[in-house]
Structure formats: C-alpha cells, structure tokens
C-alpha cells in the first residue's frame, strides 16, 4: 500500500480530497476559457470568475481583471464580497490537496515556510497570505489542509482576507479608472 507524506498507509479515503482538487483543477482550466462571458453576469459573474481562478491549483489564472474591470460599474464593497467568497471557495481545491497528501511540495522553501507559519498563527497567517496579493496562496492552503486546519477555520480567514483585498483592488479599480 502506498504511503503519504506522513508515513500512513494512503487509503481509498486519502485519495477523494486529492481527486477532487484535481477534478476542480481541470474544470477550472477548461472554464478559464470562457472566463469573460462571466463578466455580463455581474456580481455573479465576478464570484464565478473569481472561484474559476482560485480552484486551479498552482497555475495562475489571474481573476483579479474581472474586479479591476467592473469596478466603475459595480458597488466596489459587494463586488469585493463577491469576488472573495468565490475565490476563498476556490482556494479549498489547495487545501483538499493538501489535506490528503502533499508530497509533491513539501520539499519547496516556500511550502516549508508557509505551513511553519500556519502552524504557529493559525487562522491568523492565513488571513494575512490572503490579503496580500500572494501568486503562491495555494501552497498555504495545501499547508492548511496538510495540518488538518479546520476547513471552517481556513475559509473564513481566506474569506476574509481576500474580501479585504477585492473591495480594495475595486476601490483601486475606481480611482485607476479616472486616469484612464
């Protein structure tokens, strides 16, 4: 039998968060395709978008334009909610990752830094990973799920963080918009 990362014995229930976030991985890359259709939708547009670029899982997909782009047309604080609960819902296809198994990156500088941080501030480190603009976030939700976070614990502060971060890119979105 296989072993994960933690030295047990990787079971049939190990693989169903780690097909998941590959399944979610795929779907995403393939809707990032068709991303800018979304957009007509409004702020429902904006959380789809923005839960289409977080459930990749490593590869960028940058959502943020979606925020920057209808942040004249749309009351930037709900936008920002929109665009940070999906991409907080996006982020949990890391943290599936991680929850199941995380060998492929456990050996990177930066996993190993993230997870140390998590372990030690918790929910804390991941509010602040999702505030700032972080193209590697999904090594801190791979890190969560690695430490068996509460997934709760890890959405809320994700939610948190990155609904911060999108009403300010949407007030940013404003602001640039005049000099355009």
């Avoid at 941080?117 to 509010?127: C, D, E, L, V, W």
Wanted: charged fraction near 10%; avoid cysteine; glycine fraction near 12%.
């Amino acid at each position: 039998m296989a072993k994960n990362s933690g030295g047990s014995p990787f079971t049939a229930k190990d693989a169903l968060p780690l097909l998941t976030a590959i399944a979610i991985t795929l779907a995403a890359l393939y809707l990032s395709t068709k991303i800018g259709s979304f957009s007509s939708f409004g702020y429902a547009g904006v959380f789809l978008i923005s839960l289409i670029s977080s459930a990749t899982i490593i590869i960028p997909v940058p959502g943020f334009a979606a925020v920057l782009a209808l942040a004249s047309s749309l009351d930037p604080v709900l936008l920002g909610i929109a665009a940070g609960a999906g991409s907080a819902i996006g982020e949990l296809s890391g943290y599936l990752a991680g929850y199941s198994g995380h060998g492929a990156v456990e050996r990177t500088p930066a996993f190993k830094s993230h997870k140390k941080q998590i372990s030690k501030y918790g929910p804390a480190a991941i509010f602040l990973l999702a505030f700032i603009p972080n193209p590697i976030f999904d090594l801190a939700g791979i890190a969560a799920g690695a430490i068996k976070m509460e997934w709760w614990k890890f959405l809320l502060a994700t939610s948190a963080g990155k609904i911060l971060r999108f009403i300010l890119l949407a007030y940013f979105g404003i602001w640039a918009s005049g000099w355009l």
